[in-house]
Nanobody
Framework: QVQLVASGGGSVQAGGSLRLSCTAS????????????MGWFRQAPGKEREGVAVMFTGGGEGNLYYADSVKGRFAISQDNAKNTVYLQMNSLKPEDTGIYYC???????????????????WGQGTQVTVSS
């Protein structure tokens, strides 16, 4: 059974920090022409779901993607041995408020892309609230 278990959301004031974590298990391995990725999307009230940060998890060098709105403030990292990715979020702003979803899959792109339709496996979502 595929599982993505996310944690670390909460409420902070603007300028604060939070760290999200997501552990994946039993993700079906699909190697031919596909790229192993994990990362985070978010959805704010009344807005579409957007890719925040995704990364290649196949070992060695691979791409990292950050939304322009979080570059320089957020950092995604992984612990391959634990099948876990982290999202360190610093200098949080009220516009970062939303539900954050962890994703994992072997996607049909050459790089890890912020395309929600590319990912079949999603975590349960964790709420992040940033107050001004």
């Amino acid at each position: 059974q595929v599982q993505l278990v996310a944690s670390g959301g909460g409420s902070v004031q603007a300028g604060g920090s939070l760290r999200l974590s997501c552990t994946a298990s039993n993700i079906p391995k699909r190697y031919s022409g596909r790229t192993p990725c994990m990362g985070w999307f978010r959805q704010a009230p009344g807005k579409e779901r957007e890719g925040v940060a995704v990364m290649f998890t196949g070992g060695g060098e691979g791409n990292l993607y950050y939304a322009d709105s979080v570059k320089g403030r957020f950092a995604i990292s992984q612990d391959n041995a634990k099948n876990t990715v982290y999202l360190q979020m610093n200098s949080l702003k009220p516009e970062d408020t939303g539900i954050y979803y962890c994703v994992a899959d072997y996607i049909a792109f050459r790089v890890c892309a912020p395309a929600p339709e590319a990912y079949n496996y999603w975590g349960q979502g964790t709420q992040v609230t940033v107050s001004s």
